[in-house]
């Protein structure tokens, strides 16, 4: 990939959402879904002018933001069915350009620093990058299509009109009256509490269960980063740190879980990809299946932490 041409912007990353003393659960919702909507959409010109991975992982961060507010908010809120498809197609175009970025660009080139065996993988690492072109320049079609510009349009009209107070139940009403710091503090007791409920038997967890795993990791990550504003300062930034570690170290072994769905469909000279494919799904299968030294020590950590002293 050509990764020569820039952009005079940086890649944006999620910004703080201001959350005022005292808001409602109501306005706290509408703050939190326009920032990840504008964390997505700062990106894409960035996607659309460079070949900087970066741009296309914090559009897709921003989006999954997104949906990680809608789920923890979906006692009170529901996106619309055709919306909530749209979303859905985004998210599988940008899962699958990024997932083949990651692949081309992190863990193959890790493989072969590793194994010092630059010259053998060559063909196979060439055709991960050209595979990441071609995703690419799908998802670039897609983010310049008509359908692109109607979901973010669609998406954008939803949050400020605040639209999920139509067919809200009397309950759902009084709900969105209280204060939002009530609501995050049960939030991220729950979190908290379906983080250690999957995490226990740690030993005996295969790669299906460390996923899960991780994705409680984010999603309370994000709510937390969500309520930084309502919550400690101290006491969040090292909940955070702590929570990112794990995830990080979980995410790891996920690439390489990835990286092998993605490795067989490689297209190029079967012949000249068949021995570096084989190699290369080796090596990481042996990754995904080892040990869980390097996740013990960023669990125990976490483990120390506790959700009271959040907020």
Not at 52 to 59: A, G, I, S
Not at 118 to 125: G, I, M, R, T
Request: aromatic content about 6%; glycine content about 8%.
């Amino acid at each position: 990939m050509d990764t020569q041409r820039t952009f005079a912007s940086p890649p944006a990353k999620a910004g703080k959402i201001v959350l005022a003393r005292g808001i409602s659960v109501d306005a706290g919702i509408q703050a939190i879904l326009a920032g990840c909507l504008h964390h997505a959409s700062a990106n894409v010109r960035g996607v659309l002018e460079t070949d900087d991975p970066e741009y296309l992982h914090q559009v897709r961060v921003g989006l999954r933001r997104f949906r990680s507010a809608l789920k923890l908010f979906q006692s009170l809120i529901t996106l619309p069915a055709p919306l909530a498809a749209e979303l859905s197609w985004l998210g599988e175009v940008l899962g699958r350009a990024r997932d083949h970025d990651v692949l081309a660009l992190t863990t193959l080139p890790a493989l072969v620093q590793d194994v010092s065996g630059q010259a053998e993988l060559k063909p196979l690492l060439e055709c991960s990058k050209a595979a990441a072109a071609e995703q690419r320049a799908i998802l670039r079609q897609a983010l310049q299509s008509p359908r692109y510009g109607e979901c973010m349009r669609a998406l954008n009209d939803w949050v400020d009109g605040a639209c999920w107070r139509q067919g809200a139940s009397k309950e759902q009403k009084a709900a969105l009256r209280k204060p939002l710091a009530k609501f995050a503090h049960k939030a991220l007791e729950q979190g908290h509490a379906r983080i250690r409920k999957r995490g226990r038997g740690l030993q005996q967890h295969d790669a299906a269960a460390l996923h899960r795993l991780r994705i409680a990791c984010k999603r309370n990550r994000y709510a937390v980063e969500f309520f930084r504003d309502l919550a400690r300062d101290k006491p969040a930034a090292r909940y955070v740190k702590a929570l990112s570690s794990l995830q990080d170290t979980l995410g790891g072994r996920n690439d390489m879980s990835v990286a092998l769905t993605l490795l067989p469909a490689l297209g190029g000279d079967a012949a000249a990809l068949a021995t570096p494919t084989a190699f290369a799904m080796g090596y990481l299968s042996c990754g995904v299946n080892a040990g869980l030294q390097g996740v013990r020590k960023p669990w125990r950590r976490f483990s120390r932490l506790s959700p009271q002293k959040l907020m």
